[in-house]
């Protein structure tokens, strides 16, 4: 368990190699963790973990850290203007939206709700 500030140690560890290993709270993502940025190879931080991490006698090991990030969310409403004011009237139920990448490839899509609302999460 982590303290208030987010530190943690482990004392009284033997000599030896070992992965340290953290848990994304509920809503998070990895970004970068002390062995390097999303990178797909073995030490990547797709897995929240730091692999490799040798302990040498009397060695202190520090800056062993991860970096997460909150997930985002993008919504709204569907509306349209009937009386042509600029200002959304009447809910759109049923219409698709979709979220695109920088490039223009499809991320997701969802259909607005009964109300004319979307959401994005992640």
Not at 7 to 27: A, H, R, S
Request: glycine share 12%.
């Amino acid at each position: 368990v982590t303290s208030s500030d987010g530190t943690y140690v482990f004392d009284g560890l033997p000599l030896g190699t070992y992965t340290l290993m953290e848990t994304n709270p509920p809503n998070f993502v990895d970004v970068t963790d002390s062995d390097g940025p999303l990178s797909g190879g073995t030490n990547d931080d797709l897995d929240s973990k730091v692999l490799d991490l040798v302990l040498a006698p009397g060695e202190e090991l520090t800056g062993v850290d991860f970096v997460d990030e909150e997930l985002r969310t993008i919504g709204g409403q569907l509306l349209e203007d009937i009386d042509n004011d600029d200002e959304g009237d009447v809910v759109i139920p049923g219409s698709d939206v979709a979220l695109l990448a920088p490039n223009g490839t499809i991320m997701a899509s969802t259909t607005t709700d009964s109300d004319g609302s979307f959401e994005f999460t992640g």
